[in-house]
């Protein structure tokens, strides 16, 4: 894990790192912010904040736009941001398109070729950046998730498919029914084949039926966001836990968009419900 | 005035417009965020603070990164953001280095060809975008004025040269004495000429002595800012204002660098410094 840069931020540190992902089989870089209480002469371990950014980012968009960090310096919340896919491997296609390859990772394992040994970004932010999170910094095993778009997908279904790995999970118009979706179903035919029954366990709409933990959604939507109509379908989503009575919370936001000025907005109510299960707020 | 795009954030608005500048003689683009006090049916007019942005920037870097739309909301405070200088008007050598030209109007009026028609980016900060702004929006001609390193060099000069024309001015990292740097240096010699005579007028610190108006200076300085020792001279300007009693308020802000993440840390301290001279905060 090698030190890229550090920026002090409201007494905590903003570092960027990269490393040799195993999962990917590439280098990959990521930031993380960790708040005063976890550096300095009386440090000590913090929980975590994952954060899956959505279609085009790197590890720097949240970091910069998302205005969470004063609020996670507040609570003695660690934050990191992993990269939204492996980069500059040279696979054919990897940069054609904004939706798919290169920034477009989708959070899953991808099982087609040439894509199956390193687009394997659930492995990579469910398993491999928390243990080296975990190895190397001064943050303890508590974890809570969230993310935007397609990480507040990628989000959904780590924290659906993981019962017990994080105290909770919120998402920013995630692409809540991506097996149904223009953006989700050409990830998924490109990652995973045609075949849609190997769809569903990465589609946190029908994941809720047979989730093995009830664990809260908390997910803000801008009702003026461009691509709710076609892309997001935060309402199947919401009819799928009525179902089976899966607690979640759908705030629908008048006027808002798809922008990070919307996740700004809102970031802040977001960090104190994870600071809540985390025992870093009462 | 040509409205491009909005952004609702924090029940406020993010908008940028594109307009046609008499100052510059060329098509400019602007940034403004409006309260929410300032919009809706029970709206009132607000006043402004003007912020000006450093070398490379364009109108989006301190709305996107500054998080400092919270604290403004919550005051009642717009803020407008001035791009940094024209673009795209086919000089020659614009677009050659990232401290001359496009990107670095220095907010100064030039006087040297072939920049003297376009590049007065003073006029346009002063006088053209708060007339502009103050006829078309819901402001008043309160006014006040911040920015960063070549932007809080702009900020400075502006309320010095211009006593009663702003209620308080602040600055991040000035270029604080311009005409004794290399950055200064560059940008006074190609638009000024080389008269060095002629580069006091757009010098803070030199300015200090004749100031008909003692408004405070609050500046906030990072000690980890890998341009403090050769570009920005903080101490020249203090001492230029401690021989002439005029009030300074220096943070020195240990371990802070250059960038956005020091400008985040205290936004809402200079916020709130300007909101007390408007009268928004007792």
Chains 1, 2 share one sequence.
Not at 11 to 34: I, K, P, Q, T, W
Request: overall charge negative; proline content about 6%.
């Amino acid at each position: 894990m090698e030190l890229l840069s550090t920026n002090v931020c409201f007494n905590g540190e903003h570092r960027r790192y990269r490393h040799h992902s195993a999962a990917l089989d590439c280098e990959m870089e990521f930031a993380v912010f960790l708040p005063p209480a976890a550096i300095g002469s009386e440090s000590r371990t913090v929980p975590v904040l994952y954060w899956l950014s959505g279609l085009t980012c790197t590890d720097q968009n949240f970091m910069q736009k998302a205005g969470a960090l004063k609020r996670a310096a507040e609570l003695g919340l660690a934050i990191v941001c992993p990269d939204t896919s492996p980069r500059g491997l040279g696979l054919p296609g990897e940069d054609d398109s904004y939706d798919f390859g290169s920034g477009a990772g989708f959070y899953i394992n991808a099982t087609r070729q040439p894509w199956a040994p390193h687009y394997r970004m659930y492995d990579y932010v469910v398993k491999e950046i928390p243990q080296l999170v975990e190895s190397n910094l001064p943050v303890t095993e508590e974890r809570s998730i969230s993310g935007h778009s397609m990480g507040g997908h990628g989000a959904l279904i780590a924290a659906l498919k993981n019962p017990g790995h994080y105290q909770s999970v919120s998402a920013f118009a995630p692409i809540a029914h991506p097996s149904a979706c223009p953006w989700g179903k050409k990830a998924f035919e490109g990652y995973l084949g045609s075949d849609t029954a190997a769809w569903e366990e990465w589609d946190t709409t029908l994941l809720i039926p047979g989730a093995k933990e009830r664990l809260p959604l908390l997910i803000d939507q801008g009702t003026a966001d461009n691509f709710l109509e076609e892309q997001l379908y935060p309402e199947a989503l919401a009819d799928a836990c009525e179902k089976v009575h899966h607690p979640i919370h759908l705030h629908m936001r008048r006027g808002y968009d798809h922008s990070y000025f919307f996740i700004a907005s809102f970031i802040d109510e977001h960090l104190d419900h994870h600071a809540r299960a985390l025992g870093l707020l009462r």
